[in-house]
């Protein structure tokens, strides 16, 4: 589904730093896939450019047999929200709004209706375990509660690929546990997921697990 | 994403520091109060001022002779009479002014110079003298050239003269008084002088000019029904002297609704300016606070771009929301104003007059003041890359 082919990321600021080494990488559909390395490793960089939020310098990145390197960022934007979900180490929810608001955030720029914007994200956050706390501010809930919110807002829209970085890096370790296994619970429903971390246990999850060193991509 | 989508999440953002939303959007609730209250005030005093003016000075019309030599017919009981045939004249007579004359109060003693004019029994109905004690002279006074004054309270103060009955001498002939009066309807002028029949005036005059020129001053006094001056303003010379109404003088009073436009026309003018300057402060303040949230809303703004925004929702939605802070800001200041208004009003026992449009344009302009407030940090939020939200 997501093919890499010789896809390299320099960054350039006076002098060149190779973030990404010319890289093939191929992900299936439901493929569970994690990725280490140590800090400044190129491992965001990886995800970053998988999930368009970043163009390579060099290569070829197809998805799904079309090709989209060189396409425009408004492209590339519209092809994100309908693939793809994001989780983030920071949770990133808004304050002053509901948890199902935020969940509903996640279909905003999409094609559905209020009303099915609101349905989805009632029963996504069922799934999720926190209809309960629907109508609650986001800023009472736990570290946990809070990155299930966010996880409930990433696969509100159904996206094929569930993108995860460092999604338990603010958590303890009762609610490091609820999340991963919200993930391989998601993973089992037929969820591809791509989580960057640097916690062996989170990594250890990982149906295929992918290891970066200097911009280099090696398969563990 | 619809237009209801767009205006709730621009609302919602807004919403999320009310206090801090006020406070930025404070110069467009400076700029709405001053359009309404201002445009409210003047013309709550403009209408204040011509309903007080209707009931006095807008009734009284004046006719002089363009120049002394003008025959007197002009002014005979039927010039008079067809005067008084027109529709919307209440009260009309002739009054000569004899300017300046010695009044005294005894035979012999100190004089002092008063205004003395002489009055028709019409000119006197129209002139309203209100009395503090005794009563007006009348048409049997002026048939008979009768030796009677009204004083003016300044003057019968001036004299010593507190009752009626007393007498007063002008050129060394006795006058009884007959009334104090303190305020007059028409002709403020008669307020520092003495009144006497029309006839009692002639004799008077004839008696100390002994052959020298005339100067007194010889005009018709019209009391109007309220609204109908500018009608018999435009009437009353030819029907006094249709040979040649132009030599002829008329003076009425101007068109009141006339005068409250060129007041309103003069506020107007200064309130837009002032309004213009205030939005002006407005839009500074609220792109200045839109620029300093983009730069703390980083993460947000890569979020929605990683959630499938593109960059025009991006622009649209801050956009949006310096709209609604602009909008918040005049309805604000809307509501201020309009409360100044009825403040003022009410302290001052006025009718407050409100122009609902000048409201609507209020809001309409804050909100156009958010608009253009809100392109520039706009622009530079477009350039915020998804990737940022991933950094923080």
Same mark, same amino acid.
């Given at each position: 589904?997501?093919?890499l082919?010789g896809?390299s990321?320099t960054?350039?600021?006076? @002098?060149?730093?190779?973030a ?5 990488? @191929?992900i299936?559909?439901n493929d569970y896939?994690?990725i280490t390395?140590?800090?400044? $490793?190129?491992?965001s960089?990886l995800l970053? =450019? ?6 390579? $310098?060099?290569?070829s990145? *197809?998805i ?5 390197t060189?396409l425009r960022?408004t ?6 929200g309908q ?10 929810l808004?304050s002053g709004?509901?948890?199902v608001?935020?969940v509903?955030?996640?279909?905003l720029?999409g094609?559905?209706? *209020?009303r099915?914007r ?11 375990g926190?209809s309960?706390?629907a109508?609650?501010?986001?800023r009472?809930?736990?570290?946990g509660?809070?990155q299930r919110?966010? =996880?409930a *807002?990433?696969v509100a ?13 603010n958590?303890? $370790?009762?609610?490091t546990t609820?999340?991963?296994?919200l993930l391989r ?8 997921? =791509?989580v960057v971390t640097h916690?062996?246990n989170v990594?250890?999850?990982g149906?295929?697990?992918? *290891?970066?060193d200097?911009?280099?991509? $090696?398969?563990? | ?5 767009? %205006?709730r999440? !621009?609302?919602l953002s807004v919403?999320r520091?009310?206090?801090r939303?006020?406070?930025?959007a404070?110069?467009t609730?400076l700029?709405a109060?001053?359009?309404?209250a201002?445009?409210?005030?003047s013309?709550t005093i403009?209408?204040?001022v011509?309903?007080?003016?209707d +009931?006095?000075?807008a ?7 363009q ?10 009981a ?6 008084r045939?027109?529709n919307?004249v209440v009260d009309?007579?002739?009054r ?8 005294a109060?005894?035979?012999g003693a100190?004089?002092?110079p #008063?205004?003395?004019f002489?009055?028709?029994?019409g000119?006197?109905?129209?002139i309203e003298?209100?009395?503090?004690v005794?009563?007006?002279?009348d048409?049997?006074?002026? /048939?008979?050239g &009768? ?5 003016s ?5 001036s004299?010593g003269i507190?009752r009626?009955?007393?007498?007063? #001498? +002008? ?8 009334g104090i #009066?303190y305020?007059?309807g028409r002709?403020q002028d ?9 006839s009692?005036?002639?004799?008077l005059?004839e008696s100390?000019?002994?052959g020298?020129?005339?100067?007194a001053n ?12 500018q009608?018999?303003g435009?009437?009353?010379a030819t ?7 132009q ?5 009425a009073p101007p068109?009141?609704?006339q005068l409250?436009?060129?007041?309103e ?7 837009v300016?002032l309004?213009?300057?205030?939005? %002006?402060v ?7 606070a %839109?620029?300093a949230?983009v ?5 947000e703004?890569g979020?929605?771009?990683?959630l ?10 801050l956009v949006?929301?310096?709209t ?13 104003g309009?409360?100044?208004?009825a403040?003022? /009003?009410?302290v001052?026992?006025w009718?407050?007059v409100?122009?609902?449009?000048a409201a ?6 804050? &909100?156009a003041t958010?608009?253009v407030?809100?392109?520039w940090p706009?622009?530079r939020a +477009? ?5 940022s !939200?991933?950094?923080?």
């Amino acid at each position: 589904m997501l093919e890499l082919t010789g896809v390299s990321r320099t960054y350039d600021d006076g @002098h060149p730093v190779h973030a990404l080494r010319p890289t093939n990488l @191929h992900i299936a559909p439901n493929d569970y896939v994690t990725i280490t390395g140590p800090s400044g $490793s190129g491992k965001s960089t990886l995800l970053n =450019i998988l999930g368009l939020l970043d163009a390579p $310098s060099n290569g070829s990145y *197809r998805i799904n047999d079309v090709e989209m390197t060189g396409l425009r960022e408004t492209t590339r934007g519209a092809a994100r929200g309908q693939l793809f979900g994001f989780v983030f180490q920071a949770f990133h929810l808004l304050s002053g709004r509901t948890v199902v608001e935020n969940v509903e955030l996640g279909m905003l720029y999409g094609p559905q209706t *209020r009303r099915e914007r609101r349905r989805r994200a009632e029963e996504v956050l069922e799934r999720v375990g926190l209809s309960h706390r629907a109508t609650a501010d986001p800023r009472t809930l736990s570290g946990g509660e809070r990155q299930r919110v966010a =996880i409930a *807002r990433a696969v509100a829209y159904r996206p094929r690929v569930l993108f995860c970085d460092e999604p338990t890096g603010n958590l303890d $370790s009762a609610n490091t546990t609820t999340v991963l296994e919200l993930l391989r619970e998601l993973h089992t429903e037929g969820q591809a997921v =791509i989580v960057v971390t640097h916690e062996a246990n989170v990594a250890a999850q990982g149906a295929r697990r992918l *290891r970066v060193d200097d911009g280099v991509v $090696s398969e563990e | 994403m619809g237009l209801i989508d767009w %205006a709730r999440e !621009a609302t919602l953002s807004v919403m999320r520091h009310p206090g801090r939303a006020l406070m930025t959007a404070v110069g467009t609730v400076l700029g709405a109060v001053a359009f309404v209250a201002t445009l409210g005030i003047s013309s709550t005093i403009s209408q204040q001022v011509s309903s007080s003016f209707d +009931i006095r000075r807008a009734t009284e019309v004046v006719v002089s002779p363009q120049s002394k030599g003008l025959d007197i017919r002009w002014q005979d009981a039927e010039s008079l009479t067809r005067l008084r045939g027109l529709n919307g004249v209440v009260d009309a007579g002739s009054r000569i002014s004899l300017g300046e004359q010695p009044i005294a109060r005894g035979l012999g003693a100190p004089t002092s110079p #008063f205004a003395v004019f002489g009055v028709d029994p019409g000119a006197l109905a129209a002139i309203e003298p209100r009395l503090t004690v005794g009563r007006s002279f009348d048409a049997f006074h002026e /048939s008979r050239g &009768a030796n009677v004054v009204l004083l003016s309270q300044p003057v019968a103060d001036s004299l010593g003269i507190t009752r009626v009955g007393a007498a007063v #001498f +002008i050129h060394d002939r006795a006058f009884t008084v007959m009334g104090i #009066f303190y305020d007059v309807g028409r002709r403020q002028d008669s307020l520092t002088g003495a009144l006497m029949p029309a006839s009692t005036a002639e004799i008077l005059l004839e008696s100390y000019r002994q052959g020298a020129e005339e100067d007194a001053n010889r005009e018709v006094l019209i009391r109007t029904s309220p609204g109908a001056a500018q009608l018999i303003g435009s009437q009353a010379a030819t029907a006094l002297h249709p040979e040649s109404p132009q030599d002829l003088r008329v003076v009425a009073p101007p068109d009141p609704r006339q005068l409250r436009r060129e007041v309103e026309g003069n506020v107007a003018l200064s309130t837009v300016l002032l309004s213009i300057v205030a939005l %002006a402060v407005g839009a500074v303040t609220i792109a200045n606070a %839109a620029a300093a949230s983009v730069t703390t809303r980083v993460a947000e703004i890569g979020l929605r771009r990683a959630l499938g925004a593109r960059p025009s929702h991006i622009f649209a939605q801050l956009v949006g929301e310096t709209t609604v802070l602009g909008t918040i800001g005049g309805a604000v200041g809307v509501l201020i104003g309009v409360a100044t208004v009825a403040t003022v /009003s009410i302290v001052n026992r006025w009718s407050p007059v409100l122009d609902m449009r000048a409201a609507m344009i209020a809001v309409a302009a804050s &909100a156009a003041t958010g608009l253009v407030a809100g392109l520039w940090p706009a622009a530079r939020a +477009i350039r915020i890359q998804p990737v940022s !939200a991933l950094q923080r």
